[in-house]
């Protein structure tokens, strides 16, 4: 059996997916488990290679009852506590980045500017494990009581830092609709009443409010069969980047380079700006929005928006 620990949440889930089809293909007659959130098992069994999940929040103590695992699997961080964690296991081989601390002194070094796709795919690398870190695609979802090819404003996201103003998403999906887009406003049930602020900014009615009203594959479905997204560096944006749908994804703390879409692909467009001179934001500063993200203004969004909105227009023409 193979134990993969990646407890985080659906954008780390989906930077993932390279690295656990290399290992789907290098172990086809072993058992692939990974540990994650329960609320993340409909996605992943939207990845297609995994046999099981193993309920996880984040480095709490693994349940684990079973037999030693062949291979314990690292995707979840540098360590030390990660490694302790699947080290609790037992397994045979322990794989993870270089970490002395934990005592685990094999595995390459760890890079910091790396993007999240390919460090998974080096680390497997270096054990013999190759990866394809274009393998992003998750099985598309029926499009059961969900609406198809809506424009999507997703305008959550973690901590106030990612999030562009509701105001500015308000008139985003404002002149969306006038362009004709059907926009829909999209989030968890705790950015319900962003979401309202966002639509009502937008002079959207109700039941263009889907935040806290679908499933975790219901939203895949939403995103997989949408026009368009527009979201900030979020989960939402990564369901985008696996069904290959036209999006505009906006930058703030972290940089495209480490969390953006593949750059080859003209249908995604990742929007990022230099803070400018002044003082150093700093990552405490919670209830404030990154300054590289409040740089980015409404104008520059649109564009991008049309931009990729023809794009993938054009590809669905050629490939119908």
């Known amino acids: 059996m193979i134990l993969v620990l990646r407890a985080l949440g659906v954008g780390d889930l989906a ?11 290098a172990f086809p007659e072993h058992t692939l488990t990974v540990a994650a959130p329960d609320w993340l098992t409909p996605l992943v069994e939207l990845v297609g290679d995994v ?34 964690l699947l080290a609790s296991a037992g397994p045979e081989r ?9 005592g685990h002194l094999d595995g390459p070094a760890w890079r910091a ?11 497997l690398d ?15 979802p029926a499009p059961r009581r969900v609406p198809v090819g809506v424009t999507v404003v997703h305008p959550g996201g973690k901590g106030s830092a990612r999030r562009w103003s509701a105001e500015r998403f308000g008139t985003l999906a404002r002149e969306l609709t006038r362009a004709g887009h059907r926009v829909v406003v999209t989030g968890s049930p705790d950015e319900r ?10 002079g959207l009615p109700n039941p263009a409010v889907l935040a806290g009203r679908l499933t975790l594959v219901e939203l ?24 290959r749908t036209p999006s505009v994804v906006l930058f703030g703390p972290v940089r495209p380079q480490l969390w953006g879409p593949p750059p080859d692909r003209p249908w995604h467009r990742a929007l990022h700006r230099a803070a400018g001179p002044g003082r150093a934001w700093q990552p405490d500063e919670g209830t404030r929005i990154h300054p590289a993200l409040a740089a980015i203004g409404v104008d520059e969004v649109l564009g991008a928006a049309g931009e990729v909105d023809r794009v993938g227009r054009g590809s669905r023409a050629v490939a119908a």
């Open 51 to 84: 046999d099981n999940v193993l309920p996880t929040d984040g480095l709490d103590p693994v349940d684990w009852a079973g037999p030693a695992p062949y291979w314990a699997v690292n995707l979840h961080g540098r360590g030390p506590q990660s490694h302790r």
């Open 113 to 123: 500017e790396e993007h999240e796709v390919r460090r998974w795919c080096r680390l």
């Open 15 to 25: 930077t993932a997916v390279p690295a656990l089809r290399g290992l789907r293909a």
């Open 193 to 202: 009443e962003l979401a309202r602020r966002v639509a009502a900014g937008a």
């Open 126 to 140: 270096w054990y013999g494990v190759e990866c394809d870190p274009d393998d992003l695609d998750l099985r598309r």
């Open 220 to 243: 895949a479905a939403v995103v997989a069969h949408a026009r368009l997204v527009l979201s900030t560096d979020t989960g939402v944006a990564h369901l985008a980047t696996a069904y």
């Open 94 to 102: 322990l794989c993870g980045y270089h970490c002395a601390e934990a």
